[in-house]
């Protein structure tokens, strides 16, 4: 037997090896081989692998976009179950206070808008709105607002560079433990219509 077949369990090939022998060797050979104890990593083939990191990248994004948000749920005492609404698909987050002023925004935000994280707070989202944002749609999400219910709207925003785009949002209400709502929590994606 070679010298090689002493850690017979680790090799890369062991099938194509076993494969070259003879039922005899392979029937010997069995019985030395002991699962390796390797951390299996992705293929290194473009798609297989892009695929891969980009699933790793939205789940660390989630993950940091949920530490924040503890962070505001310990503060004001939220009720909510975060990481079931952070399930969702979303781009970017933005948390507004019960008046829906702009306290916290998720650092993908300047991706989507071209505004600065810090130009966001303390401003009205609003402020994404112009000339072709709808009346009829900024109605209705002041309705649904008032009625304390997750809802769903696409709405006409506006990048900094004045390029127009479809947000699609959806929100929900936030409240405290004595039942108060304290914060509104907008998931937030660029759609096509």
Same mark, same amino acid.
């Given at each position: 037997?070679?010298?090689?077949?002493?850690?017979?369990?680790?090799?890369?090939?062991?099938?194509?090896?076993?494969?070259?022998?003879?039922?005899?060797?392979?029937?010997?050979?069995?019985?030395?081989?002991?699962?390796?104890?390797?951390?299996?990593?992705?293929?290194?083939?473009?798609?297989?692998?892009?695929?891969?990191?980009?699933?790793?990248?939205?789940?660390?994004?989630?993950?940091?976009?949920?530490?924040?948000?503890?962070?505001?749920?310990?503060?004001?005492?939220? +009720?909510?179950?975060?990481?079931?609404?952070?399930?969702?698909?979303?781009? @970017?987050?933005? /948390?507004?206070? =019960?008046?829906?002023? &702009?306290?916290?925004?998720?650092?993908?935000?300047?991706?989507?808008?071209?505004?600065?994280?810090?130009?966001?707070?303390?401003?009205?989202?609003?402020?994404?709105?112009?000339?072709?944002?709808?009346?009829?749609?900024?109605?209705?999400?002041?309705?649904?607002?008032?009625?304390?219910?997750?809802?769903?709207?696409?709405?006409?925003?506006?990048?900094?560079?004045?390029?127009?785009?479809?947000?699609? +949002?959806?929100?929900?209400?936030?409240?405290?433990?004595?039942?108060?709502? @304290?914060?509104? /929590?907008?998931? =937030?994606?660029?759609? &096509?219509?």
């Amino acid at each position: 037997m070679s010298k090689s077949s002493k850690n017979i369990g680790s090799m890369l090939c062991l099938d194509l090896y076993l494969a070259s022998c003879s039922e005899e060797e392979q029937v010997k050979l069995s019985r030395k081989i002991k699962p390796a104890n390797y951390k299996l990593h992705p293929l290194s083939s473009g798609d297989i692998y892009s695929s891969y990191m980009h699933q790793l990248a939205a789940e660390e994004k989630k993950k940091n976009d949920l530490q924040a948000l503890l962070f505001f749920q310990k503060k004001a005492n939220w +009720v909510i179950e975060l990481e079931q609404i952070l399930q969702n698909d979303y781009y @970017t987050l933005v /948390l507004t206070d =019960e008046k829906q002023i &702009i306290q916290w925004v998720s650092k993908t935000f300047p991706a989507m808008t071209g505004y600065p994280l810090n130009f966001a707070i303390g401003k009205s989202p609003r402020f994404l709105q112009g000339e072709n944002s709808s009346q009829e749609t900024k109605k209705r999400i002041r309705q649904q607002l008032s009625f304390n219910k997750p809802f769903t709207e696409t709405v006409i925003n506006y990048k900094k560079n004045k390029q127009e785009y479809h947000c699609k +949002v959806t929100i929900y209400p936030i409240a405290n433990d004595k039942q108060e709502i @304290t914060h509104f /929590l907008a998931l =937030e994606s660029e759609t &096509i219509v």
